[in-house]
């Protein structure tokens, strides 16, 4: 019977074919022979995923070839055929084989673009060209039967535009020494070449980012069959499978995605930056970029531009320049950069001759420095100053501990810095006398430069005002205990030093510093945190301090004061009787188990101290470091969250915080690791991954009996969403004494709050709304990394502390940060 059944359907399909074949002798993937592609014909590749025919990018009017997806609502082109050269009328030009190349005819026939290969001439006419489901079109011979088998004449991977797509490659050919490169559109509607390309450094194994194919501003770092050095966050990279390719004649990297069902691609972007894009649900979502700065991207803002990272728009003009091309810059085309707004005495001859009228220089301070000076041995700015108006093509110099740089011709490269940036240098620009920089007032731009200047002067008199009065108490309280500012306690060093009879009983140790225990006069409690390599001056660090000291909420630890005296930066606190949830949760065997009630209020009262962080406070606080270890427990068991504010503290470099975090990579959200924005949502994911060990009474990272990863939050979900023994997943410890319903509504919130789109996990508000049961919760999907975990358990070890992240955690630190843990790793092994 089911036999009959497959044969019918066999010959169904059989018959099909037939069909198609009879009515039309061409595949509807395929342009072979006679056939042409004009006006709104399209290829559509077998399984539907592509489409080959012409589109106008954006607004423009003008046609380009090209290949996009079929199923993306939004026009997201991969690939361009005549980048260069457009066509107006798309109805009269024509793609087509011709003399065994693909070639595309304008209006008048004339051939505008090709595949440019030297045919022989045995099979010229049996060419075809095949758009395949993977987005690669390909040219092959296709007079014999078995078409497939056939080496490609011409591939569309071998000829990237901007998009590198999953199963194509960027080659260096060994022979011939050519690369190919993927070359970002020049702005968002027109493809020709930009200025930005990605293109593969064999010797060292790596992709770098070149500006006009000269300037290289990034690397990915060598390859070491995992990642690229330099890309740290690769190793949680759950999308993508690189492989890289050596063989006689080329060596390339190319990639799958582990779930082929994935939309995604890389694209040298006309930022600058290469970034990686995923297709989720309605839109495109950037996974991760390099470089991660706007303005880290060389020469972005063209010349006489200047690139500032705490502005928007990036781009600015020098003063005394203007937009080389308004329309360029509305594209966000900056490349063009500025001109000037009024040429340069020395330009013209016949200011020359008039007296007094030389160029002039502006100042321009905390500037980064275009590269490749001329350096001039001189003695005094003054000369460095002469040598430069000597000679017409200098446009600027700076001068730096008796060292003269000029720089000639167009200006590249320049930043604008924040005022607190150590490497910032000031840079004097060369401008006509007559410019309207120097007339102060006689214009807006004048005028603004003016008041900018007159508020500068008002706020370093203030400034200056602020710092005597700080000195003064400083003066006061170095030695008296109690020098008050606002609410905090300025403690002397010496006092904290009696306080924890000079550090002797330590609590713990975080990635921030060491905490210890000690007793005020008042014979209160108090846990004083040591930090370590705070990189602030004293004022930031006050400023922070007492911002830190402004929060105050019962699930929060409450700053009772600090102690900054040179190096010497230290936190106190509230000493909290319990101590961390951490040592409740991992080490019950000593402590009292914490009864079901007891973790149910103990998640609801961390969700409010968070709720309270992300949007009660006056500025919004990310915590970054949710986990058990930072909930400390007061003598009635209300959790109050730890540490907050100190990664704003320390500073949220992203190596450092990589560095910190060593020990908690568990809770850690994606975005974290991938390289993008932060926002509340990432305490969101950290608190969802410390519900489920708030459950289990386990790390999640734990390895259970056989040596084999079975992790935790995988199984919750599981049963969550499939169903199954929802008590089964409770702490052993509580011998399912517990509230099903409840149970299951802190597995659903859990589930929610670690999806890997933030945008889906819940606010802390909702969470706090649905542990106090005024809001239902659905049920949740399974968070897609999770899903991958059960999959390929071994080849993911993201939320392990896997050998090789530690390892690179103990490169990366430095020695400020030399800890008892990295000191005890070498302790366990004196061998090394
Ligand atoms: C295709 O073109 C060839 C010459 O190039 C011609 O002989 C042949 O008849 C054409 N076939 C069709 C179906 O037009
Ligand atoms: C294709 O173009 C023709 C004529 O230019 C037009 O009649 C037809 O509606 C178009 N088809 C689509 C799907 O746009
Ligand atoms: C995609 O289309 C949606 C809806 O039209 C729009 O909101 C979104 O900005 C588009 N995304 C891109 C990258 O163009
Ligand atoms: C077609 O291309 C040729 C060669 O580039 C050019 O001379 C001609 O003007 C173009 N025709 C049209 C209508 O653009
Ligand atoms: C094609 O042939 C010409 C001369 O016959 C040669 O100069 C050119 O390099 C060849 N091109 C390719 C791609 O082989
Ligand atoms: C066609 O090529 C495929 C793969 O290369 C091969 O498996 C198959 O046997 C070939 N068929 C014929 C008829 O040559
Ligand atoms: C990754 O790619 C390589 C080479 O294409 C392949 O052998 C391997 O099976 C892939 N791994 C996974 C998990 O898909
Ligand atoms: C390398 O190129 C030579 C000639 O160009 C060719 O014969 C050989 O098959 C190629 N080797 C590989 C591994 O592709
Ligand atoms: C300036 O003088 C030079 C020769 O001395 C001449 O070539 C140039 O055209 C003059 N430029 C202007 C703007 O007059
Ligand atoms: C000005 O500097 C440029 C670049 O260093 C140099 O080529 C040129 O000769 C100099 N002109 C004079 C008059 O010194």
């Not at 770098?208 to 949680?236: C, T």
């Not at 840079?427 to 007032?441: H, M, Q």
């Not at 599981?718 to 319903?741: P, S």
Request: aromatic share 10%.
């Amino acid at each position: 019977m089911i036999l009959t059944n497959h044969y019918y359907t066999m010959i169904h399909l059989v018959l099909i074919c037939l069909c198609i074949e009879s009515f039309s002798s061409l595949a509807a993937d395929t342009i072979s022979g006679n056939q042409t592609l004009s006006g709104n014909q399209t290829v559509v590749s077998s399984g539907g995923k592509f489409e080959l025919g012409f589109f106008t990018p954006g607004a423009s009017s003008k046609y380009y070839i090209g290949i996009w997806y079929k199923k993306v609502r939004n026009e997201t082109v991969v690939w361009v055929a005549n980048r260069e050269t457009p066509i107006l009328d798309s109805n009269s030009a024509q793609l087509k084989i011709l003399d065994g190349n693909l070639v595309l005819l304008n209006e008048s026939r004339a051939i505008i673009w090709s595949t440019d290969l030297n045919s022989t001439s045995s099979s010229k006419s049996s060419v075809v060209a095949v758009l395949g489901d993977d987005g690669n079109l390909v040219l092959r011979d296709g007079s014999g039967s078995n078409s497939t088998s056939v080496e490609p004449l011409w591939e569309s991977f071998d000829n990237p535009s901007d998009t590198w797509l999953p199963g194509g490659r960027l080659a260096y050919d060994k022979r011939t020494g050519k690369k190919q490169r993927l070359i970002s559109w020049k702005n968002t509607e027109d493809p020709a070449p930009g200025l930005f390309s990605l293109e593969l450094d064999p010797k060292r194994k790596q992709y770098i980012i070149k500006w006009n194919k000269r300037e290289q501003y990034w690397k990915s770092g060598a390859w070491n069959e995992h990642i690229f050095s330099d890309v740290p966050e690769m190793r949680l990279n759950y999308i993508y499978n690189f492989t890289y390719i050596d063989t006689a004649n080329e060596s390339y990297f190319t990639y799958s995605l582990y779930n082929p069902s994935d939309i995604s691609r890389f694209i040298m972007d006309v930022s600058g930056q290469i970034k990686q894009l995923s297709w989720v649900s309605t839109d495109w979502i950037l996974f991760w970029s390099q470089p991660r700065q706007q303005c880290g991207v060389y020469a972005y803002c063209g010349a006489f531009g200047s690139c500032n990272q705490n502005s928007l728009p990036f781009c600015n003009c020098l003063p005394g320049f203007k937009h080389k091309s308004e329309s360029d810059w509305v594209l966000k085309d900056y490349s063009g950069g500025c001109v000037r707004e009024i040429d340069l005495q020395c330009e013209n001859n016949r200011s020359r001759s008039s007296y007094g009228r030389e160029d002039k220089f502006l100042m321009q301070p905390y500037m980064s420095l275009p590269l490749h000076p001329q350096s001039v041995a001189v003695g005094s700015i003054g000369e460095c100053k002469s040598s430069c108006l000597r000679n017409c093509s200098c446009t600027a110099y700076a001068y730096d501990e008796n060292s003269c740089s000029l720089w000639n011709g167009e200006l590249l490269n320049l930043q604008q810095l924040a005022q607190g940036d150590g490497n910032g240098r000031t840079i004097y620009i060369r401008l006509s006398a007559s410019s309207s920089v120097f007339s102060g007032g006689k214009n807006n731009r004048g005028a603004v430069i003016g008041a900018s200047l007159g508020s500068a002067v008002a706020v370093l008199a203030l400034l200056a005002i602020v710092m005597a009065v700080m000195w003064r108490r400083r003066g006061k309280s170095v030695g008296s205990s109690n020098g008050v500012e606002g609410s905090l306690v300025a403690f002397g060093y010496k006092d904290l030093q009696n306080a924890t009879k000079n550090f002797l009983d330590k609590l713990g140790e975080g990635g921030f510093g060491s905490v210890f225990r000690g007793t005020l006069p008042d014979s209160s409690a108090i846990a004083v945190k040591k930090l370590e390599s705070i990189g602030q001056g004293e004022k930031q660090f006050r400023t922070e301090v007492s911002t830190i000291g402004t929060i105050q909420h019962m699930n929060l630890v409450r700053l009772r004061g600090f102690c900054s005296e040179g190096n010497k930066k230290l936190l106190v606190y509230d000493y909290m009787d319990k101590g961390s949830l951490a040592s409740h949760l991992f080490h019950a065997n000593e402590l009292k188990v914490l009864e079901w009630k007891m973790r149910y209020e103990i998640a609801l009262g961390i969700a409010r101290g968070l709720l309270y962080l992300h949007e009660k406070c006056r500025d919004c606080i990310i915590h970054c470091d949710i986990k058990p270890e930072n909930i400390l427990l007061d003598s009635e068991f209300c959790p109050k969250v730890a540490d907050f504010g100190l990664a704003k503290l320390v500073g949220r470099d992203f190596s450092r915080v990589l560095t910190t975090m060593r020990g908690t990579r568990g809770y850690l959200a994606p975005e974290w690791i991938l390289g993008v924005a932060i926002t509340a949502k990432a305490d969101v994911y950290s608190y969802g991954m410390m519900l489920f060990e708030l459950i289990s009474g386990r790390r999640n990272s734990e390895n259970s009996e056989e040596g084999r990863v079975k992790y935790f939050p995988s199984l919750a979900a599981r049963v969550t969403v499939d169903g199954g023994d929802i008590l089964g997943l409770l702490d052993a410890a509580l011998d399912r004494n517990a509230d099903v319903e409840e149970v299951l509504k802190i597995c659903k919130v859990a589930c929610w709050c670690i999806q890997d789109e933030e945008d889906i996990r819940p606010s802390m508000g909702q969470v706090v709304q649905i542990l106090e049961g005024l809001m239902d919760v659905n049920t949740p999907p399974i968070p897609r990394s999770l899903q991958l975990f059960v999959e390929s358990q071994e080849r993911i070890v993201f939320f392990t502390d896997s050998t090789s992240a530690s390892q690179s955690s103990q490169t990366k630190s430095n020695n400020s940060s030399t800890s008892s843990r990295s000191n005890s790793r070498t302790a366990t092994s004196p061998t090394d």
